[in-house]
């Protein structure tokens, strides 16, 4: 056991913070190298790289945990190596094989164990898993080159306050065209929300809440997080879109709803006049760093439609939803089979 770094894990929010080693993996010539651990924080690429032209990037994001009996572990990382392959796929990049991915998975963290936070601390060692376009190009066109990294860093919440249940507000601006990239984790997804989400928090919202970009009517997701409603009689409702992103959280909470607790579960289109007509008792957003955090109210255009599970804490269905995921997750209940990745 390598000793862990001196942090005061507890106080730790969602912020970059630059640990001792990282992967790093090139393509070039119509092939990825081995790929290496370095202390070296820094990119050094052309002036006329793809990424830096025509945003030719995506990136994944997982957390790596301490359980409770001692062990490092990871959450499905084959499914975000998974979805990798489908964003590369989509943006015309080199596809890293997802059995290596999750072996760098493992390289990067057991080369960082004394950053990987101590059970019951409140934190994880997040993991962003990224690849960019490296070499030149300048008619529109995909590189030839590409590097894929992985960095790690600490975090507590990726909202303030934890577990306190937050505002989210309907934006007036889409995050993914109806037929675009929506359902892929592409860096220009994140970019064209920057606005918006300095927008929602200058007008002192937590999140924006996008509605389906064809008619506006439909609930699809948040800036970086998928959204689960719960109904009046315990029935978790999933807004069903194809330009949502499939959340691996979210994927992760049905099968525990359904197969573990015994609770029903819609996957459907979700109109937001559903929300109007106070058809939800809990909502919350779901994803590798939300977790799942609470959304006490929403506001439309002026009006707000409150959550009757308040603005104090998180409704009972979703509380439980909570626990058991990251009961799993931390190693004090059992998920289903292949589910926690032992790294050590
Ligand atoms: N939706 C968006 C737009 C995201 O950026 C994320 C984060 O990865 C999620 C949903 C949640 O996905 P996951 O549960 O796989 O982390
Ligand atoms: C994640 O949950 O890992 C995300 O990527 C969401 C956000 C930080 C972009």
Redesign the pocket.
Known sequence: MVEKKNIDWSSLG?NYQKTDYRFVSNYKNGAWDEGVLTDDDKVVITECAGVLQYSQSC?????AYTTKDGHIVTFRPDLNAERMKNSCERLEMPVYPVDKWVEAVEKVVRANEAWVAPYGSGATL?L?PYMFASSAVIGVKPAEEYQFRILTTPVGP?FKGGAKPITIRISDYDRAAPHGTGHI?AGLN?AMSLYQIMDAHRNGFDENLYLDPATRTKIEET???NVLLVKKDGTIVIPKSPSILP?I?RRSLVTIASDMLGMKVEEREVEFQEVRDGEFAECGLC????VISPVGRIFDHGTYYEMPSGMEAMGPVIQKLYDTLTGIQMGTIEGPEGWVHVID
């Open positions: 969602f990136f994944e994001g997982l957390k997040y962003r990726y984790k994140y800036g970086g997080a959340s959280t994803g590798t760093a939300a």
